[in-house]
């Protein structure tokens, strides 16, 4: 008889436990959480329209070299003409306001157009962010995964030496991900697959139409000489 209650006790501390362990669980679906990373950086190194948007930041930046060069001729040959001249004549007074106005307004220039170019690059990198963004949802949602990380692992250098403490902890902390199948996981190429043809479709993949922030920043204005006696 004792034996017998105490099996039942036994039975019933079981199934409590085991209703204890299932409302403590996370809810899943019943196939599991279906989990996939994809690379940012990857992505947008490989995307066609950053490739396009590139090559014309590369154009742009020739382009404003030569107006730079240009600009930064003209203050230096005034320089030049009101140097020529003695400096208590009237005409080194009259070169001299127009050498300085000059070279004022190629600063205020060489400041202004810094400034609208990285802008431009800012509203550039967002955008196709925006786009990766939109690109990986979708592709998630066509294959069914729940929930896509982000893979971002900084590769360590070679020489240990060249980095200090800080910076190698910095560089370990950055990785999110330590382990992972990517032939299985990695959805990086469906996503560049889908804005590839996104692109395309939309009249995209020749010389886009704007510069792009993975050409670099394009190349800050030279200052103008100072302006002096």
Known sequence: MFSRSRIALTTVAACLLSLAAAAAAPAQTSGGTKVAVCNPARCFAEMQETKDLKAKIENQQKQLKNDIDSRQQKVKDLQAQRDLLKQDSPQYKQADETFMKEAIEFDTWSKITQAQLQGEQKQQMKALFDKIVAATDEVA?????????????????????????????????????????????????????????????????????????????????????????
């Open 141 to 229: 949602k066509q294959k069914g995964i729940d929930l896509v990380f982000a893979d971002q692992r900084p590769d360590l250098p070679e020489n240990l030496a060249a980095i200090n403490v800080d910076q190698l902890r910095a560089i370990l902390n950055g990785r999110n991900i330590l382990s992972m199948n990517e032939k299985t996981v990695d959805i990086s190429q469906d996503v560049i697959a889908n804005l590839d043809a996104k692109y395309k479709s939309s009249g995209g993949g020749g010389t886009a139409a704007a510069g792009g922030p993975t050409g670099g920043a394009a190349p800050a204005p030279a200052p103008a000489p100072a302006p002096g006696k």
